[in-house]
């Protein structure tokens, strides 16, 4: 005798996509935009708001939603999704999922395009097109070893490019080196949060940078990465040189795993735990540098 399947009412539906949508990492995407937007602008205004509040949730739920729905036979293997992970969505929730992300993003991306200039709405359509085709066919970028791991950067720091152009902001090649640090850490993070998928990743046939060169060279890829963008902050201009410090506790949590081989590689996991919580660090260390910068150049 089969057993029906519970209702799916609408508590269930907006609980799904809560956890959906990563609420434990809504703050690396609204927060690169709010403190771009406002170093520039120096003021709050509604599109520092309207802006904050897409990259908070709106842009999270298309970003792992779309993620969620095109990955589900992988997540179905894979015991550490349901939570700060992410869903593994009941199959009826794909297509509301899907519908959800898309309308939700709409009121934001018209308010922001009326805003905006040419380049700003160049950089923000870049910015949803990486979004959608990090997971969703035909590119499926995430499939693709190395620009998975480069387009998952581009989700945390094109919110950043995309304050700064939307604020109207002057280029310097300091200024670069941030964006290329912040890219070098979104690059890293992402190459060591596939280690831990490297099995569940084979047993669907979904391809990685990790199951492309195996775990062992992915975490030092990624030990790389995480050392390289603090040397690039040393040549930013004070007191972003700092900042540096902060990749500090990455580089700690990673080393252990340095010689990982694939068929434990979900031991990873327990450094990724560690991760989301130095995010919160590392967050910290940020916005008192950026607190010193605001006041040095009132």
């Known amino acids: 005798m089969s057993t029906a399947e519970p ?38 205004d509604a599109t520092l708001v309207i802006g904050t509040l897409f990259f908070l949730i709106p842009y999270n739920l298309a970003m792992y939603g779309i993620n969620d729905v095109f990955d589900y036979e992988s997540d179905l293997r894979n015991p550490r999704k349901g939570g700060a992970h992410g869903a593994v969505l009941d199959r009826r929730m794909h297509a509301i999922t899907l519908w959800a992300a898309g309308l939700s993003c709409v009121p934001f991306v018209v308010y922001l395009a009326i805003v905006g200039s040419p380049l700003s709405w160049l950089v923000l359509a870049l910015s949803l097109f ?25 989700h945390f720091f094109s919110p950043a490019v995309y304050g700064l152009v939307l604020a109207g902001a002057t280029w310097t090649w300091q200024l670069g080196l941030i964006i290329l640090a912040f890219a070098l850490w979104g690059v890293a993070s992402h190459a060591f949060g596939a280690v831990q998928d490297v099995v569940a990743d084979r047993e669907a046939g979904i391809s990685s940078i990790a199951t492309a060169r195996g775990a062992r060279w992915t975490v030092r890829f990624a030990l790389t990465c995480y050392a390289l963008s603090g040397l690039v902050m040393l040549g930013t201009a004070w007191p972003g040189p700092l900042a540096a410090i902060a990749a500090i506790p990455y580089l700690v949590a990673v080393w252990p795993y340095r010689a990982i081989r694939d068929a434990d590689a979900e031991r990873a996991t327990v450094g990724w735990r560690r991760f989301l919580w130095i995010n919160q660090f590392a967050g910290f260390v940020v916005t008192l540098l950026l607190i010193w910068w605001w006041i040095l150049t009132a």
Do not use: C, M
């Not at 996509?17 to 120096?42: D, E, K, M, Q």
């Not at 620009?147 to 581009?154: E, G, L, Q, R």
């Open 7 to 44: 209702a799916l009412g609408p508590g269930r539906v907006i609980r799904e996509l809560f956890v959906s949508s990563r609420p434990v990492s809504w703050i690396n995407t609204a927060y690169p935009f709010a403190a771009a937007y406002l170093l520039t602008t120096r003021q709050i």
């Open 130 to 154: 990486f979004v959608v085709f990090y997971s969703a066919p035909p590119l499926r970028l995430k499939e693709r070893p190395f620009a998975d791991s480069v387009t998952s950067s581009i």
